[in-house]
């Protein structure tokens, strides 16, 4: 964890403690939202609440809001109390990594159904740089698993629109990659057998489509007992009735000039490029962050973020 707003930095030995760490995460991750104190409770102490809890808790509290003044934040009005409840309010304009996740992949997949391949790739390229990170590692708990499984979802929604938007854009290759990283994560997730599949064909390769469609139906038979379902066999059956050397036929002999298939862009310059745009986002995202915060003031002339690795 860590935070920085106005370029001061406070890292994860300013927290108080693990508790004040989960606090703040669960907060910083829920912003303008009251939470009330007997679930903060449950999220810093799980089971193992002790009986002097809310004593206990008005102390973190207390705490971080002396943090947040050392970084330039006024800690008062932005952690407030009220009706048994805390709530945080950042600055405006401040920058939550798991928050961009989301919105970067919501937004990714809306600009692939409107057919913007470019801007798609970028959304998702920069949710997937954040969400490959640990959440909070070394912390458990009943909500930190539960954003974790979150967060691996938001992980394979960026991987399929990494995937497609590189297929549609005639990049067989990167979307093969983009593929088996998907399958990696959700290897009983069949959508993504599908789109590898499809990849694989698109690069002319039909016998690796095939191997993958096996990889999926043997797995599904030894661990689930189950088959395939109907539109991965549809795949698999329209491999099987084409000739094996249609494609190399049509490649040798195309009907028309093809088109060419635009550059493929380096993914690291394509974050510089995301990152200039937003700011000191590639710092943060290169230093780890698994939660964190940037806070831009006064126009964009200063910045501030939190972070956890």
Known sequence: MAIEAGGV???????????????????????????PRDELAEVVWGEAVP????????????????????SGIDGGSALTAAFGCYQLDLPDETWVDV?????SVREAESLLAADNLAKATDAAGLAESIVRLPFLPGDDGPWVEAKRRELADLH????????DASLRSGDAAEAVRWAEQEVAIEPFRESGYRRLMSAHVASGDRAEALRVYERCRGLLAEELGAYP????ESIYRSLLEKPPGRRAAENAHPTSEPEAAPPRADRRKRLVLVAV???????VVTAGAAIAVVATRGGGHQAGSVNGT
């Open 9 to 35: 930095v406070l890292d994860e030995r300013r927290f108080p403690g693990r508790q004040g760490r989960l606090l703040f995460a669960y907060l910083a991750t829920a912003p303008g939202r009251p939470v």
């Open 51 to 70: 009986a002097t809890w809310d004593k206990a808790l008005s102390v973190l509290v207390s705490k971080l809001r002396g943090m947040l003044v050392e």
């Open 156 to 163: 394979v929604r960026a991987l399929s629109a990494l995937a």
């Open 229 to 232: 379902s109907p539109e991965t």
């Open 277 to 283: 745009g937003l700011g000191i986002l590639l710092a």
């Open 99 to 103: 928050l961009q996740a989301e919105s």
